[in-house]
């Protein structure tokens, strides 16, 4: 039996949230399966730490796709002409994408489509791509996995898809994610805030994370609440961040708001494990994957009251409408000063966190798998 799997987000020092999403599944569905043939997918040279087990070959086809035009040629030129050649039992893609009319059976991951609802936040040819061809993709595919329940049900009534059609495969929490101790928390303080405390933000600095108006409360938060506490943004910076950088200047946070960029997973770790709380107020998500590495820290959490976000935290969160500043200022307020409900809620993280794992999603990645094998 021979799966082909479209491998292109495998980048080394660079994977975020659907190429963990990828490299975690894969790494274990290919280990659990030795008897199949996996070809994976790459359009530029890879890292052989991608090359999970001996049943992998890579392939590098070109050419590099990272742009609308490029998106096609690889996909409905490049790739299909390699399935077409080689009729796989499957061909799995992770990243929401397959080829139009490719004579093999496919299961796409379609992790959300927020694209849809929001597309000015992507740039104005990437928008415009997503939205005329991922409702194409969905049809195409044999069946479809996605994230959480949220998702599903917004791809049903979106793109007027059978339910039974798409399976649901949760994200999992990293290793690398543990509490921290006093000394090493003590440590990232100094490190990052001067050894003040503070609110995360983790993710990558785009719209949908609704960084200005997180940006906004925590203005208000040190108007009312006068206290060195500094509000920490780490991710890699793509755009609408003048618009941050604005919003910071006006309200006098020049030295108040810390950009880290990109963090190692060790520093990842360790400055959402030392934060006071995560504040995390995107206005769209198809699951939130901070949410659970919060848990897995130990961290308490302020979230969005909406998509799929108090589907994965539960009741391991303090809720908030991510449009509306004073709400979000006054719950940062409340988890601040308030111990006891601050150790509430890592309770019950530590409970709700039990839902995912890793061995968990790829488990139901497989299984979706199985049912176009069979």
């Not at 479809?144 to 009534?157: G, M, Q, Y």
């Not at 007027?160 to 003590?186: L, M, R």
């Not at 009312?224 to 506490?229: E, F, G, L, M, S």
């Not at 108040?256 to 934060?275: K, P, Q």
Request: hydrophobic share 40%; proline share 5%; with cysteine.
């Amino acid at each position: 039996m021979q799966i082909v799997v479209n491998t292109r987000l495998l980048l080394k020092n660079k994977l975020e949230g659907i190429s963990w999403f990828s490299y975690q599944t894969l790494s274990l569905i290919t280990k659990n399966n030795p008897n199949i043939h996996f070809i994976f997918l790459f359009d530029r040279p890879f890292d052989d730490e991608f090359i999970f087990s001996d049943n992998v070959t890579p392939l590098i086809i070109s050419p590099q796709a990272r742009h609308p035009f490029l998106y096609y040629a690889w996909f409905q030129f490049s790739v299909k002409s390699l399935l077409n050649k080689l009729k796989p039992d499957l061909f799995l893609s992770p990243d929401g994408f397959v080829c139009l009319g490719a004579k093999c059976k496919q299961l796409v991951v379609l992790h959300d489509i927020n694209f849809y609802h929001h597309p000015k936040d992507l740039k104005w040819l990437t928008g415009k791509y997503y939205n005329y061809f991922f409702p194409k993709y969905a049809r195409e595919a044999t069946r479809i996995a996605t994230v959480s329940e949220f998702s599903k049900a917004d791809i049903v009534k979106h793109y007027n898809i059978n339910p039974t059609k798409i399976d649901v495969v949760y994200n999992g929490i990293h290793s690398f994610f543990k509490p921290a101790s006093n000394a090493e928390k003590q440590q990232t303080k100094t490190k990052f805030t001067a050894g003040n405390d503070y609110f995360v933000s983790v993710g990558s600095l785009i719209p949908r994370k609704n960084i200005p108006n997180l940006v906004k409360a925590f203005a208000l938060f040190k108007q009312q609440y006068k206290t060195t506490v500094k509000l920490v943004l780490a991710g890699s910076q793509y755009w609408g961040t003048a618009q941050i950088n604005k919003i910071i200047a006006d309200n006098n946070l020049k030295n108040e708001v810390i950009f880290t960029g990109r963090l190692s997973n060790h520093d990842l770790n360790l400055v959402l494990a030392s934060a006071a709380a995560l504040t995390f107020v995107p206005y769209y998500e198809g699951f939130g994957i901070p949410l659970i590495e919060a848990m897995q820290t130990q961290t308490p959490i302020i979230a969005s009251n909406v998509t799929s976000l108090p589907e994965i935290a539960g009741d391991a969160a303090l809720y908030v409408n991510p449009l509306n500043v004073d709400e979000i200022a006054q719950a940062m307020l409340k988890l601040y000063v308030d111990k006891d409900l601050k150790q509430q809620l890592i309770e019950k993280g530590n409970l709700q966190k039990q839902k995912f794992s890793w061995d968990k999603s790829a488990d139901l990645l497989w299984k979706s798998c199985e049912k176009i094998l069979n």
